[in-house]
Nanobody, 125 residues
Framework: VELVESGGGAVQAGGSLRLSCSTSGLIHGRNCMGWFRQRPGDEREGVAVITRGGGGEYYAGFVQGRFTISRLNAAEMVYLHMNQLKPEDTGMYYC???????????????????WGQGTQVTVSS
């Protein structure tokens, strides 16, 4: 397994979590790294993506400034800092990677070929 997520858990609404993705070197060959989630009964959706240099960060509309994605290429890690969590943020969170020849790091799950196993986030009201 090349992408391994950790850091999920159960928190109360308003709480925070930091998700981590260990990439085992994969990060060096992929200019787009992203976090996605699948809520119960819903399709997988993009949460946040980040470009190779870290200068380009893109977030889904529902994030509303609450989450921050970051990557440390030297440490081969990608993070998602989540604040002000809401019950509707409950779901399985996945790390994903892709190579984009155009540098377009989309939020579309179908564009990403490499996925981790996911980490569960549960937010109670």
């Amino acid at each position: 397994v090349e992408l391994v997520e950790s850091g999920g858990g159960a928190v109360q609404a308003g709480g925070s979590l930091r998700l981590s993705c260990s990439t085992s070197g994969l990060i060096h060959g992929r200019n787009c790294m992203g976090w996605f989630r699948q809520r119960p009964g819903d399709e997988r959706e993009g949460v946040a993506v980040i470009t190779r240099g870290g200068g380009g960060e893109y977030y889904a509309g529902f994030v509303q400034g609450r989450f921050t994605i970051s990557r440390l290429n030297a440490a081969e890690m990608v993070y998602l800092h989540m604040n002000q969590l809401k019950p509707e943020d409950t779901g399985m969170y996945y790390c994903a990677a892709k190579w984009s020849p155009t540098g377009d790091c989309s939020l579309r799950p179908s564009d990403y070929a490499t996925w981790g196993q996911g980490t569960q986030v549960t937010v109670s009201s």
